[in-house]
């Protein structure tokens, strides 16, 4: 999943629901992505303080402990307070765990030691969660889409803007748009280039996202 922060944005919510049987314990992670010219990505936690002095230019998740009872939610909200010259980019992710003492979640031994009593008991648990990548785009983004599909080989998708484009719900269908095979999705980072494949005798299909203008194209 993905979410993205355009300029006319500070903040947006998600909501992070527990489906399960018993109270969730949800811990929540926040890592800068960075992606080198040769497209390496490093993932690094994002610091509150570097030296003396608290980091306004970082993304800011709040809160970043949960606790989500049977079929209920909570809600997180992301927020951007500093420069938004550049575009950058986080991973967000919800992390559900067992409770330990001095944590974060604010239990103390005997609400922890009853907590993992009743989860032992259960016999099996099982604690699935999930992430988010998170895109803040620049105050004045600049959307610059160049796609080339003359080549039998794939259609080429250059962004030559400053901002991240979205090619969402990519298929291969016949010419009537049925008989479609699984959809993808492609990030196109500013500067980059990728290559949609084509299948001879087929359409191919996708939605061009840039900011929160979206196009259906056929090729």
Request: include cysteine; proline fraction near 5%.
């Amino acid at each position: 999943m993905y979410d993205t922060l355009t300029p006319d944005k500070q903040s947006i919510s998600k909501r992070i629901y527990n489906t399960g049987t018993s109270t969730a314990f949800v811990r929540i992670d926040l890592l800068e992505v960075n992606i080198d010219k040769s497209g390496k990505v490093k993932e690094a936690p994002v610091k509150e303080i570097a030296g003396n002095s608290l980091q306004k230019d970082r993304l800011i998740v709040t809160p970043l402990r949960m606790i989500i009872p049977p079929g209920g939610f909570q809600a997180a909200r992301f927020m951007w307070p500093g420069d938004r010259s550049v575009e950058k980019y986080y991973r967000v992710r919800f992390v559900p765990v067992l409770p330990k003492t001095d944590d974060g979640f604010g239990l103390n031994n005997k609400e922890v030691d009853e907590y993992r009593k009743k989860a032992l008991n259960a016999g099996l648990n099982v604690l699935s969660g999930y992430g988010t990548l998170v895109i803040v785009l620049p105050t004045k983004p600049v959307f610059n889409t160049q796609i080339e599909s003359s080549s039998p080989a794939g259609i080429k998708v250059a962004n030559k803007g400053t901002a991240t484009i979205v090619l969402e719900n990519i298929r291969n269908c016949t010419s009537s748009g049925t008989g479609c095979n699984s959809a993808t999705r492609l990030f196109i980072l500013p500067g980059k280039t990728k290559v949609v494949d084509k299948q001879k005798g087929r359409s191919t299909l996708f939605t061009l996202i840039e900011g929160e203008n979206q196009k259906k194209l056929r090729f």
